[in-house]
């Protein structure tokens, strides 16, 4: 459990970090269905991909940690579960939006009660380790 849920840390702030920052770089170009949106979304987005960034490396700060911290791991996983809510919200109305996206919320659904059970894998791993007498 431990490593699973490190490489899910690590693989989470990778992917975070690099689709922040080609949202940041690409713009419109990097929304599905959105490349002529206009300059208001090409702002938003390029915002939006620096705080992604950002919540990438707040995973990567996490997963390299020894232990992995349960609390980062929840708050990060609530986050992302966060967005999930957001996108249905966005579902319910505006109807569907481009196939990509549902896929997206799929993943943003899926993964936040994996990393709930996995958050204190780590921590409770590290207290096993202990002497008694520490």
């Known amino acids: 459990m431990v490593r699973t849920l490190r490489v899910l840390a690590w693989s989470m702030g990778l992917a975070c ?4 920052l080609f949202h940041l770089v690409a713009g419109n170009a990097a929304i599905p269905g959105a490349e002529d949106a206009g300059p208001t979304v090409d702002s938003l987005g390029r915002f939006f991909g620096a705080v992604f960034a950002g919540y990438g490396v707040a995973w990567l700060w996490a997963a390299r940690q020894d232990p992995v ?5 929840r708050w990060l996983a609530a986050v992302f579960l966060l967005g999930a809510v ?3 919200l966005s579902l319910a109305v505006n109807g569907w939006p481009h196939w990509f996206q549902v896929a997206l919320t799929v993943i943003e659904l899926l993964l936040p009660p994996v990393l709930f059970l996995l958050a204190d894998a780590d921590e409770r791993s590290s207290r096993e380790r202990l002497p008694a007498d520490a």
Request: hydrophobic fraction near 50%.
């Open 86 to 88: 957001g996108r249905l």
């Open 17 to 20: 970090t690099a689709i922040g």
């Open 69 to 73: 911290p349960a609390r980062a791991v």
